[in-house]
């Protein structure tokens, strides 16, 4: 056993007398063989431009055709203070060309009240911006800007053939941070939201593309880039988290059709808001089974006023989180056709203009009647 003991020891020693000689001994050497030619860390075997999904090239392409012609709007806005001093308060939102001369459409709100409008180019050049029309009804503005050329736009597509579960893109300066790209499908459509202002915003566009505060007035697009919505609002516990609700562009072009025929935007304004009843329902209020608008609110000095239609004197609970206006006229004709959905008054609106008349058929007190109104001009505050 002893001698085992100074074999070992001999060898130990001989070892060190050995590697001690050699000139380029190192200590790290005793650890060659864990770590001569290896790499703590590994790439991919295909390089990542390679390997892009046709659905991530869409993406790129989309953005990059966009992105140009999407705008960061600044508004200064004096308010008052306890002291009764003015100071400026700013608000940033987003918006986008639709024309090579500078035109912009964005969200009212973005513009709203403000006494200096700057937008920023993608290309970081900065001009000054001047409110052509609003159109309070649907949260919508354009605004103008003189450029020293002719700007990228984008172009305006169809928001009457979005399906649900379609691929958007919505791009925005959303908390300031500029071009900035989230994509998502269409959640749902036809949905109304109450903005905290009291005006219903109808038929919108809900969707999970990522939408914050800064987002509003920018373009939700579809995979061709073509634009089929307007980013408006958020809903959520908090207010800058939760689901993403966008104006269909529809809307938009009915507006700006309106703006070129008359230099300004007149929408004709009718004065009522509605809730659509049918079957079991407009049997609980004893209106006829197959239904139509029942006319929940008719405002003072409006063109529906004038016609004599009625709204709701009492307010009952429908079903769900519905609160719904009972008693007033149900309309079960738009000119001469039956409503075939909630926005039946809304698209027939749209295909008139101010001045128009629009022929209403009835349910009153047991009996139908036909009530003629000519439409007036939806009021403009900025």
Known sequence: MRLRHLFLAALLVGAFVLLTNNGHWRVSDLFQPFHKNTQIWSAPETALGASLSS????????????????VNI???????????????????????????DGRILTNRHVV?????LTVNLADKKVYKARVLGIDSRDDLAVI?????????FLRLGDSDTLQVGQKVLAIGNPFGFEGTLTTGIVSSL??????????????????????????SGGPLLDSHGAV???????????????????MPVNRAKAMLDEFQAKGRIARPWLGVSVFP???????????????????????????????????????VIAFGTYRLRAGGD????????????????????????????????????????KVRVKLGEAPQTL
């Open 55 to 70: 659905d991530e090239q869409n993406n790129i392409d989309v953005y990059k055709m966009a992105r140009a012609a999407t």
């Open 74 to 100: 600044t508004s200064i806005v004096y308010r008052e203070n306890w002291f009764f001093q003015l100071y400026p308060e700013k608000g940033t939102g987003s918006g986008f060309i639709i024309s090579e």
């Open 112 to 116: 709203s009240g403000s006494e200096q």
């Open 144 to 152: 103008k800007i003189d450029p020293k050329g002719k700007l990228p």
């Open 190 to 215: 036809n949905r109304t939201i109450q903005p905290e202002d009291g005006r219903p915003l109808e038929d919108m566009i809900q969707t999970d593309a990522a939408i914050n505060p800064g987002n």
């Open 228 to 246: 089929i919505g307007i980013n408006t609002a958020i809903y959520g516990p908090q207010g800058n988290i939760g689901l993403g609700f966008a």
């Open 277 to 315: 009843v049918s079957g079991n329902l407009a049997d609980a209020l004893r209106l006829p089974t197959e239904g139509g608008l029942l006319i929940q609110t008719v405002e003072r000095g409006s063109p529906a006023a004038e016609a004599g239609l009625r709204g709701g004197p009492q307010e």
């Open 330 to 369: 149900l309309i079960v004709a738009i000119d001469g056709k039956p409503p075939d959905s909630n926005d039946s008054l809304r698209r027939a609106l749209d295909r008139k203009r101010a001045g128009d008349t629009i022929e209403l058929t009835i349910y009153r007190d047991g009996r139908t009647q």
